[in-house]
């Protein structure tokens, strides 16, 4: 995936100012940075959720967001995504929840479908909630579902915004490893979005900090500690100090 030149707006509030990063297939690319500074904006317009005011978003070398009718759906389909407040539905079952996407874009039959969401279920951890409902299972298993309907598709890119907020750390590890295992079974790309200083380490191939509408990548976890940007220091020093939540719409 590659961006170039991305611009984003709503009304006159620029959020994010010429953007223009390459993440190779495979890539673990975590962002971070303040709340507010448009973090989920950016991974929405990688996403396709939201259009630049400027700029291209490139997926296997297709300028994606000017694609319409079945040239978009097929890029479409190529891309999973795991929301901040994960967008269950929650009058379906956990299973229906994974059935769906399968269900509304593939020509399998009930009973494949019915196989491959056991074996998502199974894949997160969660096979004995396949017939509760969300809100009957925890945070972290909702989490866990949220991931599993994200890769109902096997996506080759897939977008995770804060997999972990509001999770205890034992958790929180967890859903990272989950995340990382399943990213190396299907060498695929992933954009996570996180504030959580461990598990951006635990992750990541590359960091990248959106600040002042740009997006400064800070390398490797290890670039990053040494990083000699003063708003890089400054924010990274802040989020070891105490636990930074965030409470963003
Ligand atoms: N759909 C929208 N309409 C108007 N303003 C928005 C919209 N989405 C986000 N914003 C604004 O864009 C800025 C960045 O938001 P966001 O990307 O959610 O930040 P982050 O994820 O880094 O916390 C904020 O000022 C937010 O209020
Ligand atoms: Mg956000």
Redesign the pocket.
Known sequence: MKLEGIEVA?DS?V?LKNISVEIPRGEVFVLM?P???????LLKTMAGLITPRNGKVFIDGKDWLTLDGDARFETLKKLGMLFQKNALFDSLTCGENIAFPLRETTDLNQDEINTKVDAFLEAVGISHAKLLYPDEISGGMQKRLGIARALALNPEIIFYDDPTAGLDPITSRRIVELILDLQKKNGSTVVA?TNDVNRAYQMAHRIAM?VNQELVITGTPEQTRNHPDPRVQQFMKGLLKGPLT?H??
């Open positions: 709503f509030q959020v940075g709340s507010g500074q448009g973090k989920t904006t979005i959106v965030e963003s719409p």
